[in-house]
């Protein structure tokens, strides 16, 4: 289909945005029975190793006085959603880390997903049981209780899933394989 619109050019105006500060401000928190670091799943289907080697349910509560209730309007129909948070716990990071699982060695940080990150941003794809009010009950947590939400997107599977798509260093390994540490 050729495109019936004339091309517009909306960003030259805005060269140098890229050199700003961005701030967020959190739309509400989770509830989660995770409340260390260490028992905390590093990816939402892996629970060996966690808090009763499954997986565990949680809460995600918007603030109030932003209409949140409307918002989330609708999202009820998807099977899963992604949730962006902050890494609220963490600080500093390095370009080079050990991940907890793989060939050993260092990976690039931006090849992995390790939460310590430059901007502490977190992305989990949880399974949405219901909604009540302000309230989205999730199941498949891998989050910590008291983490800040920036937002809520719904799962959708033409777009947000490729499963023939290359994984880089995590080729072969085991897709539910728990974590290992070296003592």
């Excluded at 997986?55 to 932003?66: C, K, P």
Aim: aromatic fraction near 8%; hydrophobic fraction near 35%.
């Amino acid at each position: 289909m050729k495109r019936k619109k004339p091309v517009q050019d909306h960003t030259s105006e805005h060269k140098d945005v890229h050199l700003q500060t961005v701030s967020f401000r959190p739309i509400g928190v989770v509830h989660s029975p995770y409340t260390e670091r260490f028992g905390t799943p590093r990816q939402p289907p892996i629970t060996e190793q966690v808090l009763g080697d499954q997986t565990q349910a949680g809460v995600i509560e918007l603030h109030r006085g932003h209409n949140f209730e409307q918002a989330l309007r609708d999202l009820d129909g998807f099977e899963r959603i992604w949730v962006l948070f902050v890494f609220h716990l963490n600080s500093g990071w390095n370009p080079m880390v050990r991940p907890p699982r793989g060939p050993g060695g260092k990976q690039g940080l931006f090849a992995t997903r390790a939460p310590h990150r430059p901007n502490p941003i977190g992305l989990s794809c949880l399974q949405l049981d219901r909604i009540d009010g302000r309230k989205v009950y999730v199941r498949g947590i891998d989050i910590l209780d008291q983490t800040p939400v920036l937002d809520i997107k719904p799962y959708v599977p033409y777009a947000d899933a490729f499963p023939d798509a290359r994984a880089g260093w995590l080729t072969g390994l085991r897709q539910h394989e728990a974590d290992h540490y070296d003592p």
